[in-house]
């Protein structure tokens, strides 16, 4: 069962989290201070930490710049309602594995830690010679190096997530845009790019259609012929 430990001090928040992620099968524990924290993390790290930035002890992008220091190399996600473009420069910088904008949704965060787990599992392969960046938004595979925009990425991540089962459109509207994408074909909009430009790292195919029921991951079909409807 893996660990995830809350760095959160709004307390009604943090204990709806905790009672999410054990429902889903993890064992959650709270921490309300940076100090706390660092207790708890030296006792027994855990698997994930989800960081607020507002601690009262500490900005959490310095407490993340301090675990990082110590050696510390478990995934940890920014959890913040400060969605700035410097915050998530800065938590990144200091080591961040990923950064999501608090919502009243917990499905799109809790893909992303499935996605960051499995990443963590796998020493970040999506599939056979296949790595993601979070920080960079990179893919790299045996056919070269690639850079998404920030949409894009989270689009191809939360078709990992789903290890294979099609993701409708609402559905990456939900994870991705928590349902507010600024036009309606957004979502065929970004898989496009996306899909040109994983082929050209030799990643033909690797995202799949499947009518009516939306896309889906698929990294084996690096290694053979694309099927269906690329």
């Known amino acids: 069962m893996h660990r995830i430990l809350i760095v959160e001090d709004e307390g009604n928040f943090a204990w709806g989290l905790q009672v999410n992620l054990r429902e889903v099968g993890y064992a959650a524990s709270i921490a309300p201070t940076a100090d706390a924290a660092e207790e708890a993390i030296s006792a027994r790290p855990p698997d994930l930490a989800l960081v607020d930035l507002e601690l009262p002890d500490r900005w959490g992008i310095d407490l ?7 050696g510390h190399r478990f995934q ?11 915050n998530r420069i800065d938590a990144f910088a200091a080591g961040a594995n990923d950064f999501v904008v608090k919502t009243g949704d917990t499905g799109p965060l809790l893909a992303r830690i ?3 787990l499995r990443d963590a599992r796998h020493g970040g392969q999506a599939g056979a010679g296949i790595r ?9 595979a045996p056919g070269g190096s690639v850079a998404l925009q ?5 689009v191809l991540e939360a078709l990992i997530a789903a290890g294979g089962r099609p993701c409708s459109q609402a559905e990456l509207k ?3 845009w928590h349902r507010k994408a600024w036009f309606t074909n957004a979502v065929p909009y970004h898989v496009s790019h996306l899909r040109r430009k994983l082929r050209s790292i030799g990643l033909e195919g690797t995202i799949g259609t499947v009518r009516g029921r939306g896309y889906f ?9 694309p099927l269906g409807d690329d």
């Open 76 to 86: 940890i996600m920014v959890l913040t309602a400060h969605g700035e473009g410097k």
């Open 174 to 176: 939900s994870a991705v």
């Open 217 to 225: 991951w698929r990294p084996s079909a690096a290694e053979s012929r």
């Open 132 to 140: 993601l960046d979070s920080s960079m938004r990179t893919v790299t």
């Open 64 to 70: 993340i710049r301090d675990l990082r220091a110590a």
């Open 150 to 154: 920030p949409k894009e990425f989270e």
């Open 114 to 116: 499935k996605a960051r």
